[in-house]
Nanobody, 124 residues
Framework: QVQLVESGGGLVQAGGSLRLSCAAS????????MGWFRQAPGKERELLAT????????YYADSVKGRFTISRDNTKNTVYLQMNTLKPEDTAVYYC?????????????????WGQGTQVTVSS
């Protein structure tokens, strides 16, 4: 079992930055692929970025490529999402998720564990 807790959300003006953190419980964090997702009101949840167990392979959705960066610190059992040049359309609840695999996982239905989410609101 893995428990995930997101933090770092909040209200920011357009053009600003936020860094989200996702802290994981358990001693095997380093063998999990981690992903960041978001869900805006009235929209489906979408994958933003994913990172493999080592941090050596990443994937980004086109909507955030070049603005968001995913990273992880296995010594702290934490994955991060650095978000720059935020836009009002980035407003959503942001979730982290985990799957125990060495692969890079882009299909959200394959993720086994989810956090409760953190709200990000970008004002214009």
């Amino acid at each position: 079992q893995v428990q995930l807790v997101e933090s770092g959300g909040g209200l920011v003006q357009a053009g600003g930055s936020l860094r989200l953190s996702c802290a994981a419980s358990g001693r095997t964090f380093s063998v999990y692929n981690m992903g960041w997702f978001r869900q805006a009101p009235g929209k489906e949840r979408e994958l933003l970025a994913t990172i493999d167990w080592s941090g050596g392979r990443t994937y980004y959705a086109d909507s955030v490529k070049g603005r968001f960066t995913i990273s992880r610190d296995n010594t702290k059992n934490t994955v991060y999402l650095q978000m720059n040049t935020l836009k009002p359309e980035d407003t959503a609840v942001y979730y982290c998720a985990a799957r125990r695999t060495i692969a890079v996982v882009t299909a959200q239905e394959r993720y086994d564990y989810w956090g409760q989410g953190t709200q990000v609101t970008v004002s214009s």
